[in-house]
C-alpha cells in the first residue's frame, strides 16, 4: 500500500513537473542551486557574472597572480583561453578549495574550427555542405578541448555575411541562411551531444548576437542598420537554429541595433532570444562589450554596466563593469536583486549541466588529454574534411588533376609555410605539427615526381602590411632579397618544369577578428608573379589560399586552374595534395558570392528583383539597375564549384503542378555523372516566392543533398517541400506591422541545379 503511494506520488511529481515543461533533472538542479544561492553573499553572486582575462596564469604560478585573488575571494565565474589540464587543474582547485562556497569555474576557448585538430576555417568547413563532417568536426574538436580542461567554447560563429571585406566572415558559414541555419545545427549538436554526461562534450556559444556580420562597409565593430524584415528572414535563422538545436549560451554582439548596442538592447536579448524562441541558457558579452558602451556613447560604466544586466546579459566577459559598479546601481535603484539572481543563477545552472559539481576536475583527466588529442585518427578526418571543402574554380583543358610524374614546380610565399595553414583563431594549434604545401606534396606525389621549389614573392610589398597580415605568430618568413631576384629565381625554376604549382593569395590573419580589407583581390606582387609564371607557357595552377570571397576578374580570365583552399586546417597540405593529384576529387560549393570587383558589394545570390531589374543575360540599360562599368554578375555565383567529372541534370518532375492547404509537393530529377571520374556533387534546390504582400528574393535556398555519383551513373534526387518551406516572417496584412511567420498562396518557381545560377525550372500553383 505504501509503495503504491509512493509511486503515486511519484508519478504526480513527474506528471506536474512535465506539464510545467520540467524534467526532475531540472527539479533537482532547481533545488540544488536554490539551497547554494541562499548561501550567497551580493558579492559572491555578482563575481559569478565574472568572466575576467586569463592572461597572467602561468603553470606552477596560478596562485600569485592576480586572478588567483579573485578567485580565492569568490569574484571570478570562469576562465578562458587556458590552454592545458596542468594550468587548468591548478586553477580550478583554487576556486574549489580556496573559496568559500567552492563553486568550480568555468573554461572556455575559442575553440572555432578545432583544437589542436585543426579543421578548414569555418567559411570553407561551410563549403563541404556536407553536415555529417560540419558535425564530426565539431565532435572531434569537443573530444579534444574536454580532454584538456574546457567546457565551453565560443562557437558556433553563425553571423551571415554578404561583404567580403569583412575579415570576419572567414569566422562564419557565408551568405545563406538556410545553409548557415543546417550548419548552426550541426556544429551545436557536434560540440554538445544530447547532454553533458559524458564528460566528452563541451558547452556550446552562438555568436555574436545579432547582425554582427552585417557593418557598413565591412569595417570590423561598425554600425549595422536594418529592417526588421531583413533581420528575421535573411539573419536571424542561423542564431534561432543553434538556440532550437539547444545551444547552452549565446554571446552579445559588438554592433548597434536600432542605435543601442546590442549588449545593451533588451529588445534583441529579452524579447527575441528569450521570449520568442524560448532560450534557457546563458547570455555572455563579447570581450569588453560592456566597457564599449562607453565608447559608442550611452553612458559612462555604471550606467552601461546596468543597462547590459537590465537587458539581460548574464556574464560580463574581460571587463569587470557589472563586478565593480553593481552595488552602487543597487543602492540607487538602477539594478536589482532580482536581475542579478536570474543571472546567476542561470551560469551555476550551466556549471551544474556540465557536471561540475559532482566534479570540478571532470574535464581535467591527464590520460585523456595525451590519448585523445591530435590523435592520428583524428588528423586523417581533418585531411578529409579539408579536401571536401575546397572549391575548384575553374579548370581549364583539365590541367587537374596533375600527374604523379615529371617535375612540378611549387611557387609562391605560402609554399612552404606551417605556420599560416591552420588559419585564423586557431588558439590551441600547434603550428609546427601543420602540415605545409611542400610537406604534403612531397608526401602524396610517389618517388616519379620532381619537386622544386621557390618563393616568387612576398605576400605584399609593404613590409609593414605584412607585418600586420602575420600577426599572432603566422609570420611569413618576409624574403629580404631584392624583389626583381626573388621573382627571377621562381621563373627560372618553373622554366625547367612540366607544371606550375602557384601557392598564393591571402595570409591566415589577413581575415578574422578586425582584419577588414578595402582592397579584396590578391596582393599586386603576387599577381606580378602569377602573370610571370603564366608568360612562361607552362601550365600553371593556381592554389588559393583565402579567408574571404576574392575579386578574381583578372585570375578567372587569365589562370587556366584555380583550386580555392582557404584556410584548410592542421593537415591543410596533406590535403591540397590529395587534390592536386587527383586522389580525391574536388567537391566543394561556395557558401558566398565572389564578384568581379569590390564595388559590386554586397553581392549576394537571394537578392530582391527591384522595379528596374537588367534583364538577364544583359550589361546596360539606361534606367535600370545595374553599373556603367561592370555587369551585375558575379564571377563565380553562390553554390558554384567544379569537379574533375561533369554532372548532367535532367528536368524537374514535379508531382502536382497545382497544390492546396498543407499537401506536399515532391520534386525530382535525376543527375547524371557524365564524365571520367567518380564523384560527389551538390544537389540545390531553391524557390521562388514570385508575388508576395512584400517583396521576395529573386530565389532562396530551400534544402540540397550531396550525392555520390560514380561514372555514368545516374541518381534521382528528390526533395519534399511543404508549406513550412514556403513561410516568412512579414507583416502578411496591410494594417498591421507585427512580423507573423506564415506562407502566402501563389506561384512558385521551383529550381533545382549544381549552383545557384544555372538551374532548372519548373512551375507550381500553391492554395490555402
Ligand atoms: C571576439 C569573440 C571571441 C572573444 C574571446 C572577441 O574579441 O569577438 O569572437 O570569442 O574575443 O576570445
Redesign the pocket.
Known amino acids: 500500500m505504501k509503495l503504491l503511494l509512493r509511486l503515486t506520488i511519484a508519478y504526480l511529481l513527474i506528471f506536474s513537473l512535465h506539464a510545467e515543461g520540467q524534467t526532475p533533472g531540472d527539479a533537482k538542479m532547481k533545488s540544488f542551486i536554490d539551497a547554494l544561492m541562499k548561501k550567497m553573499t551580493l558579492d559572491e553572486k555578482l563575481g559569478q557574472l565574472n568572466l575576467p582575462g586569463a592572461g597572467d596564469i602561468v603553470t606552477g604560478q596560478a596562485s600569485n597572480s592576480d586572478i588567483a585573488k579573485k578567485i580565492e575571494q569568490g569574484k571570478v565565474g570562469g576562465l578562458?583561453?587556458i590552454k592545458s589540464v596542468a594550468k587548468i587543474k591548478e586553477v580550478q582547485k583554487l576556486a574549489v578549495e580556496k573559496s568559500r562556497l567552492k563553486i568550480p569555474l568555468l573554461f572556455?576557448?575559442?575553440v572555432?574550427h578545432g583544437y589542436e585538430t585543426v579543421f578548414p576555417i569555418p567559411l570553407g568547413l561551410s563549403c563541404t555542405w556536407d553536415m555529417q563532417l560540419v558535425e564530426k568536426s565539431a565532435r572531434i574538436a569537443a573530444i579534444e578541448a574536454s580532454a584538456d580542461g574546457i567546457n565551453w567554447t565560443?562557437?558556433p560563429?553563425v553571423d551571415i555575411a554578404r561583404d567580403p571585406r569583412w575579415g570576419?566572415i572567414a569566422?562564419g558559414s557565408g551568405e545563406d541562411a538556410y545553409l548557415g541555419s543546417q550548419i548552426a545545427k550541426a556544429m551545436v549538436k557536434g560540440y554538445q551531444g544530447n547532454d553533458f554526461s559524458k564528460g566528452n562534450t563541451i558547452m556550446s556559444?552562438v555568436?555574436?548576437y545579432a547582425l554582427?556580420g552585417a557593418s557598413e562597409a565591412g569595417r570590423d565593430y561598425n554600425t549595422t542598420d536594418m529592417s526588421r524584415v531583413r533581420m528575421y528572414n535573411e539573419y536571424f535563422p542561423p542564431y534561432k537554429a543553434a538556440v532550437d538545436a539547444g545551444a547552452g549560451s549565446v554571446?552579445a554582439?559588438?554592433n548597434e541595433i536600432d542605435g543601442v548596442p546590442a549588449t545593451a538592447n533588451k529588445w534583441l536579448l529579452t524579447d527575441v532570444l528569450r521570449k520568442q524562441w524560448g532560450f534557457k541558457g546563458f547570455i555572455v558579452t563579447?570581450?569588453?562589450g560592456i566597457n564599449e558602451m562607453e565608447a559608442h556613447g550611452i553612458g559612462d560604466l555604471q550606467t552601461v554596466s546596468a543597462r547590459a544586466l537590465m537587458a539581460g546579459i548574464d556574464m560580463d566577459?574581460?571587463g569587470e563593469g557589472i563586478l565593480t559598479t553593481t552595488k552602487k546601481s543597487l543602492q540607487e535603484g538602477k539594478s536589482t536583486l532580482q536581475q542579478i539572481d536570474k543571472a546567476c543563477r542561470r551560469i551555476l545552472e550551466a556549471k551544474y549541466k556540465l557536471g561540475l559539481f559532482d566534479d570540478p576536475y571532470r574535464y581535467c583527466d591527464e590520460k585523456r588529454a595525451t590519448s585523445e588529442v591530435f590523435t592520428d585518427a583524428n588528423r586523417k578526418a581533418a585531411r578529409e574534411i579539408a579536401a571536401q571543402s575546397f572549391v575548384l574554380l575553374k579548370n581549364k583543358g583539365n590541367i587537374l588533376p596533375l600527374k604523379k610524374s615529371g617535375t612540378i614546380a611549387l611557387i609562391g610565399p605560402l609554399a612552404d609555410n606551417r605556420e599560416n595553414m591552420p588559419g585564423t583563431?586557431s588558439?590551441a594549434a600547434n603550428f609546427s605539427k601543420a602540415i605545409s604545401v611542400l610537406d604534403g606534396l612531397k608526401e602524396v606525389a610517389g618517388s616519379n615526381v620532381k619537386i622544386v621549389t621557390a618563393r616568387g614573392s612576398n605576400l605584399d610589398q609593404d613590409s609593414l602590411f605584412e607585418e600586420r597580415a602575420g600577426m599572432f605568430g603566422k609570420s611569413l618568413h618576409r624574403d629580404k632579397r631584392p624583389a626583381d631576384v626573388i621573382l627571377k629565381e621562381a621563373v627560372d625554376i618553373a622554366n625547367q618544369s612540366d607544371v606550375v604549382v602557384a601557392a598564393l593569395g591571402e595570409s591566415a590573419e589577413m581575415t578574422g577578428?578586425a582584419s577588414s580589407r578595402s582592397d579584396i583581390e590578391i596582393p599586386a606582387i603576387q599577381k606580378d608573379l602569377l602573370k610571370a609564371l603564366l608568360k612562361t607557357g607552362k601550365p600553371v595552377v593556381l592554389v588559393l589560399f583565402t579567408g574571404r570571397p576574392l575579386a578574381l576578374k583578372w585570375e578567372n580570365d587569365n589562370v587556366p586552374a584555380i583550386l580555392n583552399v582557404w584556410f584548410g586546417g592542421s593537415e591543410a597540405g596533406s590535403a591540397i595534395a590529395d587534390v592536386l593529384f587527383g586522389d580525391v576529387n574536388p567537391s566543394g560549393k561556395l557558401s558566398t558570392t565572389f564578384p568581379q570587383n569590390v564595388g559590386q558589394v554586397p553581392l549576394y545570390y537571394n537578392h530582391k528583383n527591384t522595379g528596374r531589374p537588367l534583364p538577364e543575360g544583359q550589361w546596360f540599360q539606361k534606367f535600370r539597375s545595374n553599373y556603367l562599368d561592370v555587369s551585375n554578375d558575379p564571377v563565380y555565383p553562390f553554390g558554384y564549384g567544379l569537379s574533375y567529372t561533369t554532372f548532367t541534370y535532367g528536368d524537374i518532375k514535379l508531382s502536382n503542378a497545382s497544390l492546396k492547404g498543407n499537401q506536399k509537393l515532391t520534386a525530382s530529377i535525376t543527375v547524371t555523372n557524365s564524365g571520367n571520374t567518380d564523384g560527389k556533387e551538390v544537389v540545390q534546390l531553391y524557390i521562388h516566392d514570385v508575388v508576395g504582400s512584400i517583396t521576395r528574393p529573386v530565389k532562396e535556398l530551400k534544402g540540397f543533398q550531396k550525392i555520390d555519383l560514380k561514372t555514368g551513373e545516374s541518381k534521382t534526387v528528390t526533395f519534399t517541400i511543404s508549406p513550412d518551406d514556403l513561410k516568412f516572417y512579414a507583416p502578411h496584412s496591410v494594417n498591421d506591422y507585427d512580423l507573423k511567420y506564415d506562407w502566402e498562396p501563389g506561384d512558385f518557381e521551383i529550381m533545382i541545379g549544381g549552383n545557384s545560377r544555372d538551374v532548372k525550372i519548373a512551375k507550381i500553383n500553391w492554395t490555402k
Do not use: A, L, P, Q
Request: proline share 0%; hydrophobic share 40%.
Open positions: 578562458f583561453n572556455g576557448m575559442d572555432i565560443f562557437s560563429m570576419r569566422e556559444c555568436k555574436h554582427y554571446m554582439s559588438f563579447d570581450y569588453t566577459m574581460v583563431w588558439v577578428e
